[in-house]
């Protein structure tokens, strides 16, 4: 099976992303152990084998371009939120956006724990609040997040956010990502 980075260059459907986050650094960039570029295909190829949404599967390619509060290291500057748009479509670069800049993964281990889903406002977006059950956008991002801290092998540090990853489908009860 081709590295999942080999298999997205050499997809032409892709080759425009590759490019793009290529020309940023992203080959360059360490990232939990291997490169940035290799982080962000493998979050990508683990949600297109779950099966989720293009849109979904492009914010998996692109999630932590705008940098985050963990990963501080920006490949995208903020002021190119237009182009990373043209280029994903909006529904993916808002879950990418929503990525960059929420309090992430605390704040989705304690809504799970809790079964709160008011999240705090990000400026320019709708308000992400639900009750009892998260709604799409915050479902697409548990998801994001679940695939993330797997591609990293860290989704064991997270209970609540482990077996949400086991109820969807995306981790099978002996921890192996499906």
């Known amino acids: 099976m081709l590295e999942p980075l080999v298999r997205i260059a050499k997809d032409p459907e ?4 590759a490019a793009f986050l290529q020309q940023r ?3 360059h960039t360490a990232h939990s152990g291997h490169t940035f570029w290799a982080h962000l295909a493998g979050v990508h190829d683990l949600l297109a084998r ?8 492009l914010a998996g390619l692109f999630h932590s371009v705008y940098g985050t509060q963990v990963f501080a290291k920006a490949s995208v500057p903020k002021t190119e939120r237009a182009s990373v748009i043209r280029l994903i479509g909006e529904p993916a670069e808002t879950l990418v956006w929503l990525f960059a800049h929420l309090p992430r993964p605390m704040l989705f281990e304690a809504s799970l724990r ?6 705090p406002h990000i400026d320019g977006q709708t308000p992400l609040q639900s009750e009892g059950q998260p709604n ?13 801290l797997i591609e990293q092998r860290t ?4 209970p609540c956010l482990s077996r949400h990853a086991q109820t969807i489908g995306m981790l099978g009860g002996d921890g192996f990502s499906v």
């Open 114 to 119: 809790s079964g709160n889903f008011v999240w």
């Open 155 to 158: 989704v064991y540090k997270f």
């Open 14 to 17: 892709y080759a425009a992303f």
């Open 50 to 57: 779950w099966g989720a949404a293009r849109p979904l599967q």
């Open 136 to 148: 799409a956008v915050q479902s697409d991002l548990l998801v994001l997040e679940c695939a993330n």
């Open 25 to 27: 650094g992203a080959q």
